[in-house]
Structure formats: C-alpha cells, structure tokens
C-alpha cells in the first residue's frame, strides 16, 4: 500500500520521527534532570494539562509516587 501511495510513506515516517524524537526527549530529562526540575520543566511547558489531570495519573507519568508530588507542590506555595 506504502508503494502505490507515496504521500501516505511520507506521512507515517513524518508521525513516526516526531514520536520517535518526543521518547527521546523524554528519556533525556528523565536522566538529566533531577524530579523537582522534571515537574517545574513539566509545568512550564504544559501548565492547562497539569491541571486538568489527576495528580496520581502526572505522578506515574513523571515517575514518582503522588505524595512526593504533593509534597513539591507544597514547596512551591510556600
């Protein structure tokens, strides 16, 4: 199918090298960066998303557990 429509070729390695890249990224500051910058690095870039979802749901994402979570937002307030 790929070969009778190139543009559909195009397309596919365009969706699979952005997602391919975004995994990168992410394993990128899940090592360099320590998880209070992971979070603040997270809701600078994504701050609607972080509070529209469950704070367990953006815990297991960013690889902690939701009370270590809680407990940096806490520090944020204060």
């Known amino acids: 199918m790929l070969h009778q429509h190139p543009k559909l070729e195009r ?3 365009m969706i699979y090298q952005r997602a391919y890249a975004a995994s990168q990224m992410r394993i990128k ?3 360099d960066l320590s998880r209070e910058e992971l979070f ?5 870039h994504y ?3 972080v509070q529209r ?3 367990y ?3 297991s994402f960013l690889g902690f557990t939701p009370e270590y979570l809680s407990e940096i937002r806490s520090k ?3």
């Open 11 to 13: 397309y596919f390695r």
């Open 53 to 55: 979802i469950p704070q």
């Open 57 to 59: 749901l953006l815990a």
């Open 47 to 49: 701050p609607d998303f």
């Open 29 to 31: 500051y899940l090592y």
């Open 40 to 44: 603040y690095h997270f809701l600078d």
């Open 76 to 78: 944020k307030r204060s």
